[in-house]
């Protein structure tokens, strides 16, 4: 249940015609304190409950736990959340043997898109497509989390 991954910036919208799958994804936080996140998500027909714990010093590494929930479930859910509801699609694209997440978010992150690839070990190695830009791994203010609280426009 630890997951290991590593997060960059996206240059430009090239990804989207290598993607071979996408999907909208609202999601919000029942509780986004830095040491544990504790999110409500629906993709596509599927509701998920997830908890995160805080990441290791150098942001690659955190303890991750899901559990799928039903949609109606979660649509209860996200109305106790905190605010600030991210809304986003993500796009999947595979580059040699890994699946780079896409995110391509929406209202009050607009204009932000971000990638992460999960990794099996902190020193594995792997392909970086063109479109992919500056790494923010362990950047605190890149995570979803985050996000919520202290979206991109205001920056």
Sequence with gaps: MIEIE????????????????????????????????VRVRIKGDLGFLTVKGASTANGLSRFEWEKEISKPEAEAL???CEPGIIDKIRYEVKVKNHTFEVDEFFGENEGLIVAEVELNAENETFEKPLWLGEEVTGDAKYYNSQLSNNPYKTW
């Design 78 to 80: 996200l109305n106790l």
């Design 6 to 37: 590593r997060k960059f910036l996206v240059k430009s919208e090239a990804f989207k015609s290598e993607a071979f799958k996408q999907t909208r994804l609202i999601q919000g936080y029942l509780n986004s304190h830095k040491e544990r996140a």
